[in-house]
């Protein structure tokens, strides 16, 4: 690869692409017990979300200045044009951090090819933006086409979700109280999309199982051959219904290639237990 492909934690890759791609992730931090914890390092998703299920609640925090610019600094010398890819600058500070370490190394260091890009993307959705920018870059191409292939990826990927329990996101700030109540109440499971980085409700539905059928109606409504991409799951501890979700969109679309993980550590500890997302691109190039 002429290119090296650097990201963060919150791309929630499976480790086995991490590895065969030599994509190196930052991770970012996560609270329990007001113990600080690195995202996939020092905790693993299932035992946060026992902990969560159990009536603890966890927090997050960006990178720090400090890990970012000892990342970055092993590479001032690597002979290979750098890409950091970062967390939706929505959603977390570390792409701004990511900018600042990008400027302060380069004044020491200008001839270190390094670019800094906003995914404005989040979990398997950022992840896949990642996974098909390291393909690009495996195939020998130049820097410049893999932040081509990145800048298309961002603009037309889709992130269709929905939760389990509103309460999560109601800790975490993205909905109301008075939300939270009405939906437990009601059995609503709200479905959700990321938009230019930001969370968008798209629609509200009563059940888990009518979310879940919608989220695949979805998926064709705003999906382009899917049956030539590669399409990501990913399940907050529940791989069962993560696996009837593949199993539906192979037999009504031809989807040959799938990713699938569960929800990582600094994107669960908002969305909670019993996420379910759908990622894939409403444009195919």
């Known amino acids: 690869m002429n290119v090296k492909i650097i990201t963060d934690s919150a791309c929630d890759l499976p480790d086995d692409i991490i590895s065969k791609y030599d994509i190196d992730v930052l991770p970012l931090i996560v609270y329990m017990n007001d113990k600080e914890y690195k995202d996939n390092v020092d905790v693993k998703p299932a035992e946060l979300f026992k902990y969560m299920r159990e009536g603890g609640i966890a927090k997050t925090a960006q990178a720090t200045y400090e890990s970012i610019d000892i990342m970055f600094r092993k590479y001032v010398d690597c002979g290979k044009p750098c890409i950091y890819i970062a967390f939706s600058s929505e959603l977390s500070g570390t792409y701004q951090t990511a900018k600042i370490v990008e400027q302060d190394i ?3 260091y200008p ?3 390094l670019t800094v890009i906003d995914s404005k993307a989040a979990s398997l959705g950022f992840g896949l933006i990642v996974y098909l920018s390291a393909l690009t870059a495996e195939g020998g191409a ?6 081509d292939r990145i800048l ?22 993205r909905v ?10 009601l059995h609503i499971k709200p479905i959700l999309d990321v938009e230019d980085g930001k969370l968008i409700p798209v629609e509200k539905v009563r059940g888990r199982k009518k979310s879940i059928n919608r989220m695949i109606g979805i998926v064709e409504e705003r999906g382009d051959r899917l049956g030539e991409q590669i399409v990501a799951i990913n399940h907050a501890d529940d791989m069962e219904t ?7 969109l192979e037999e009504k679309f031809g989807i040959k290639e799938f990713v699938i993980r569960d929800v990582g550590c600094a994107i669960g500890a ?8 759908i990622f894939f691109l409403n444009k195919l190039n």
Not at 142 to 147: G, L, P, Q, W
Not at 242 to 248: F, P, Q, R, Y
């Open 142 to 147: 130049s820097k410049e086409e893999v932040i």
């Open 111 to 113: 001839d270190f090819d």
């Open 242 to 248: 993560a696996l009837k979700v593949k199993a539906k």
């Open 152 to 173: 298309y990826c961002k603009k037309h990927m889709e992130h269709i979700f929905t939760v389990d329990d509103l309460e999560y996101l109601y800790r975490g700030g």
């Open 106 to 108: 380069k004044e020491e």
């Open 270 to 277: 908002h969305s909670g237990p019993g996420t379910l997302s």
């Open 176 to 185: 109301s109280k008075t939300a939270a109540v009405i939906g437990s109440v």
